[in-house]
């Protein structure tokens, strides 16, 4: 085994001298520094710690929210069924008793006002006429001869040779012939009237549609339980229908423009006019019928058909309107409103009104503004000028 070494005696008695005063001092100089810095470092960890206690607590105070902005909506048109009608339609009847001798127009034609459309044979009338007419010349030669007597008769009375009763007398007989000669005349006019209507004519310039008649048929006036003999249609316009709901009536005004289409005609769009509307709600099926007016001079469009019909209706205020989501909306006993948040984090609360309710979002009509910050799903609590913040994230 090796021998363990021998400690110098030297080295010995140096480590075991005192050490100097001067060394002690920056050992407890040195001690001193580090105790100072970490009771400074303690210091500061506790004042942050305070500090971010206060901010966490002055942030509990002020709720936070979630903002949205709102979107603008683009104008949407409206798809409403519509039904077309002419212009302008009638149901011709005879006026006289009789036969068909012609019959000069059929489904389809275009007729003029006043053309003929049917001659009418009417031998019972033609007999009636002729004897309205002897019983005329009959009361006519007798209030001649009445006039004549009781003139003769005035004159004779003049002289005292007649009574007053016997000249009264005749000039009662005068006015009784003046009377039937006038009943007489009136019934030969009526009869002659009803000659004229032996040719049924147009009353204005348009199609014939329906045709009920043909040569030798009888004709029956006066009911109107049977079928026209004809009915003229004018379609060079037409009338479109549409029955538009309440909530879009105060968009409708005269001037507004529809286009619509028709099934016989899939590829192609028409444009009609709006010329009049009803001024009521219908109370059954909560909707205005409105009138539009399209021009039909080519003869494309069929009277009575079917239209889908699109309409771009102005916003009613002018402005376009914006879309929220159904969240922010707040219910108040003074209305619907919406709240909102400024730059410096202050909530206003505005009351709007709704154009629209499409179930998860609405459409707002006046209340806001594109700019605003709308705060969703607000406290029932929430009131104008509260203090906010936005939610991160």
């Known amino acids: 085994m090796p021998e363990a070494p021998v400690p110098d005696p030297h080295q ?4 075991m001298r005192p050490a100097s005063p001067r060394r002690v001092g920056l050992i407890l100089l040195f001690g001193l520094v580090v105790l100072a810095g970490a009771g400074a470092v303690t210091w500061n960890s506790r004042l942050a710690a305070q500090k971010d206690l206060h901010e966490v607590a002055v942030a509990a105070a002020v709720p936070s929210v979630r903002l949205i902005r709102p979107r603008p909506v683009e104008p949407r048109p409206l798809l409403l069924p519509g039904r077309l009608q002419a212009w302008a339609e009638a149901s011709v009847y005879a006026r006289t008793n009789g036969f068909v001798a012609r019959r000069l127009a059929d489904i389809g034609d275009r007729v003029r006002t006043g053309q003929t459309l049917a001659v009418i044979d009417t031998p019972d009338l ?3 006429l ?19 007597t009781a003139q003769r008769w005035n004159e004779l009375n003049e002289r005292k040779v007649v009574s007053q009763q016997a000249t ?4 009662g007989d005068l006015a009784a012939r003046t009377a039937q000669f006038t009943q007489a005349e009136a019934e030969v006019n009526r009869l002659r009237a009803l000659t004229g209507f032996a040719q049924v004519s147009a009353p204005f310039d348009g199609v014939v549609t329906t045709r009920a008649i043909d040569v030798g048929g009888l004709i029956v006036s006066g009911s109107t339980s049977s079928p026209p003999l004809f009915t003229i249609t004018d379609m060079s316009r037409l009338r479109l229908y549409v029955r538009v709901p309440q909530a879009y009536t105060g968009s409708v005004t005269p001037g507004v423009k529809a286009q619509f289409s028709v099934p016989e005609y899939p590829d192609r769009t028409f444009t009609a006019e709006l010329t009049r509307t009803a001024g009521a709600v219908d109370p059954q099926s909560g909707s205005m019928l409105v009138q539009f007016t399209a021009e039909n001079s080519a003869g494309a469009l069929k009277p009575g058909g079917y239209a889908q019909v699109r309409m771009e209706l102005p916003s009613q205020t002018g402005k376009a309107q914006l879309r929220v989501p159904a969240s922010a909306l707040i219910f108040r006993a ?24 499409l179930g998860a979002d609405l459409d707002i009509a006046t209340g806001l503004e594109p700019g605003d910050r709308v705060i969703d799903s607000p406290s029932d609590a929430i009131r104008s000028g509260d203090t906010v913040r936005p939610a991160r994230g």
Not at 168 to 171: G, Q
């Open 334 to 357: 003074n209305g619907t409103s919406i709240a909102v948040m400024d730059s410096d984090g202050k909530v206003t609360v505005k009351p709007v009104s709704i154009a629209r309710d």
């Open 130 to 148: 002729a004897a309205a007419e002897a019983a005329l010349a009959t009361a006519r030669a007798q209030r001649d001869l009445s006039a004549r």
């Open 168 to 171: 009264d007398e005749r000039r």
């Open 12 to 15: 010995l008695a140096a480590e």
């Open 126 to 128: 033609d007999q009636q």
